[in-house]
C-alpha cells in the first residue's frame, strides 16, 4: 500500500526485497542506497553543467582551489567516494580507470563487488540531451581480499550478476534496476522537492516485438555484409512484419535504451571495420552490455553479440568490447538471424 503522499520510496522498495530474502544481510541495501547517494550529486551537477554552458564558462573551481573535472571523471570520483566506506565491496571497477580500484585499508571489505560506466553519453552533455550511470553488481568467488587476485573474481559473464540497472539523468531523473531471479524491472523517479526516488514504472515489461531500431548509420560503410543486410531489410517495405521500422539514435546507450525498454525497440551496436582496435564495435562488456542485458531479460527482452547470449559471455579482460543487440525480444532474434548468417535477405 503506497504511504500517504510520497507513494513508494526506493528504499522501501529495498527494503521490502530484503525481507523477501532470507538470507539478505542488509549489506546489499546499503550498498544501493549509497548509490542512489552518489547519482543524487551526479545529478544535481548534470543539471548544473547545463546551466553553466547556458550562462558560459564560469571557470568554477571547488573548494580545494582544483579546477572543476570534466563531468564523467566527477561522476566517477563521487561514485568511488560514496561506495569505498560501505564495508560492502572487495573492489570495484570503472569505465574510467584502467584497473581495478581497491578499497582503501582504512575500510572494512565486503563480498560485493560494483562494475560501473559513471557517465554514459557524456559527449551529449554540453547539448542537454539525456545520459547516464550504468551499473552491474557481483558476489566476489570466496575470501580473497587482495586486489591482485581479485580480476579472477570481477572477469564473471553476466549471467552472475546480483542486480543491474542504471540512472537516467534526462527530463526528469529515473533510476531503474533489477535483482534478477524473476524479481522484475522497477523504475523509480526522482521528486527534486522531496529529494527522494519514487516508484513510477513498477515492472517494467517490454514489447516482445517493436517498430523502431536504434544504431549510427554514420558507420554503415564499416559493417560487414550480414549488418548491411539486417539494416536494409529493417528499413526495407515489408507490410506483413511491419517494415520499414522508424529510427531512432540519441547517441546516449542508457537514452536509447531507456526508450526502448519503455516502448519496445532494437538497439544495435554492431561490430565495424572502423578503428582495427575496437574490431568489436564500441561497447563495453562489463560497464555496459551486461547491466543492461540483465535488466532486458528480466523485462522479458533479450541481448545478443549477434551470435548468442551477451549474459553468457566469459570475459577476457574488464574493458573488452562487445557488439550489442539489444531489446524487444523478437527483433534481436531476427538479428541474430542475420548477423549469424541463417538469413539474408
Ligand atoms: P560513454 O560516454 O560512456 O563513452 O558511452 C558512449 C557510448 C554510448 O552511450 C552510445 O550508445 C555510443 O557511445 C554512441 O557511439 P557513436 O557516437 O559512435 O554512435
Ligand atoms: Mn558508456
Ligand atoms: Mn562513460
Not at 282 to 294: H, T, Y
Request: net charge negative; charged share 20%.
Amino acid at each position: 500500500m503506497a504511504n500517504k503522499g510520497v507513494g513508494i520510496t526506493i528504499t522501501q522498495h529495498i527494503l521490502n526485497q530484503q525481507r523477501e530474502n532470507p538470507a539478505a544481510t542488509g549489506g546489499f541495501t546499503t550498498l544501493l542506497n549509497e548509490l542512489i547517494v552518489a547519482a543524487k550529486v551526479i545529478s544535481r551537477e548534470v543539471n548544473k553543467a547545463g546551466l553553466v554552458d547556458i550562462l558560459g564558462s564560469t571557470g568554477r573551481t571547488n573548494v580545494q582551489g582544483e579546477q572543476v573535472q570534466k563531468l564523467d571523471i566527477f561522476a566517477n570520483q563521487i561514485i568511488i567516494e560514496r561506495m569505498q566506506h560501505i564495508g560492502q565491496l572487495c573492489c570495484m571497477g570503472s569505465e574510467e580507470d584502467p584497473d581495478l580500484i581497491d578499497i582503501p585499508s582504512q575500510y572494512p571489505k565486503g563480498d560485493y563487488i560494483i562494475v560501473f560506466d559513471p557517465l554514459d553519453g557524456s559527449s551529449n552533455i554540453d547539448v542537454n540531451v539525456s545520459i547516464g550511470t550504468i551499473f552491474g553488481i557481483y558476489k566476489r568467488k570466496g575470501e580473497e581480499n587482495r586486489i591482485d587476485f581479485l580480476l579472477d573474481h570481477v572477469l564473471q559473464p553476466g549471467k552472475n550478476q546480483v542486480a543491474a540497472g542504471y540512472f537516467i539523468y534526462g527530463s526528469s531523473t529515473m533510476m531503474v534496476y533489477t535483482t534478477g531471479g524473476g524479481s522484475g524491472v522497477h523504475g523509480f523517479t526522482l521528486y527534486p522537492s522531496v529529494g527522494e526516488f519514487l516508484l513510477s514504472h513498477e515492472n517494467i515489461q517490454i514489447p516482445e516485438k517493436s517498430k523502431t531500431y536504434s544504431v549510427n548509420e554514420g558507420n554503415y560503410a564499416y559493417w560487414d555484409e550480414k549488418t548491411v543486410a539486417l539494416v536494409d531489410y529493417l528499413k526495407s517495405i515489408d507490410k506483413v512484419n511491419g517494415m520499414p521500422y522508424t529510427s531512432r539514435y540519441v547517441g546516449s546507450l542508457v537514452a536509447d535504451f531507456h526508450r526502448n525498454l519503455l516502448k519496445g525497440g532494437l538497439f544495435m551496436y554492431p561490430a565495424d571495420k572502423k578503428d582495427p582496435k575496437k574490431p568489436s564495435g564500441k561497447l563495453r562488456l562489463m560497464v555496459e552490455a551486461n547491466p543492461l542485458a540483465m535488466v532486458a531479460k528480466e523485462a522479458g527482452g533479450y541481448a545478443s553479440d549477434g551470435t548468442g547470449p551477451i549474459l553468457d559471455i566469459q570475459p577476457n579482460e574488464f574493458h573488452q568490447r562487445v557488439p550489442l543487440f539489444i531489446g524487444s525480444r523478437k527483433d534481436v532474434e531476427m538479428a541474430e538471424e542475420f548477423i549469424s548468417g541463417k538469413r539474408g535477405e
